[in-house]
């Protein structure tokens, strides 16, 4: 059986930038999954992809089509990669079910299969940040992430025990003053509707916006 090591190794190798494993058992009620799909699946892997500082650096006060381009690019590649993993772990007779990294199911509620945010924070990539991203120590919320559910018994890793403490730059640049002091406070419906502004740019055509994204370093700004 390959293990949790030569599976991240072998990511990391082929470009990933952050490799970790969730234990999903206690939140498969928030899949939108039927329980047939998901009973034994128990573990998670999590892929995230380290956006280009650059492209992010290029934003001024709104989405460029640049940065919708090397978007759209990142979740292409987690999408390429994650199947890499399905195959590696399926053909040692385990089974994976891939999740593509960027597809909404309901649009309303801005709600994909699964949250990669909270899979990828219960495996320790990062914390719940005040923009309402996942906050890598390293990277900030400057990574796009992707999960595959498996039975494969990998050892999980463990929450980090971090917040964003007295960093307020995300809300500094928000259009629509949607962040404030904490995660719970987030409010998702200004953003969504600064989202369906953006979406109407010529060259974007989607709900993406990129300047909080931009302004989170992770540790670097705290
Ligand atoms: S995505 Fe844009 S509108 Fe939404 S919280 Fe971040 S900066 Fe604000
Ligand atoms: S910019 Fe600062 S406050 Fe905002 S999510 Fe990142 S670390 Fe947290």
Redesign the pocket.
Known sequence: MITKQELKEQMLKDGISLFGVADVSGIKGHFVLTEEITKDLNRAVVLGYRLSQKVLDSLVDKPSPMYYFHYQRANVFLDSSILKVAELIQRDGYQALPIPASQMIDWENMRGTVSHREIAELAGLG?R?????T?SPLY??QVRYITLLTNMPLEADKPLAE???A?????RVCPAEA?SDS?EKFDSGKCRIQLRKFEKIQFIGTMICGL?VK????KG??
Request: charged share 10%; aromatic share 4%; proline share 4%.
């Open positions: 914390w940040g005040k923009n309402n991203l906050v900030g919320s917040n964003c403490g960093c307020r730059l995300c809300a962040i995660p909080c302004a989170c370093k992770g700004n705290i």
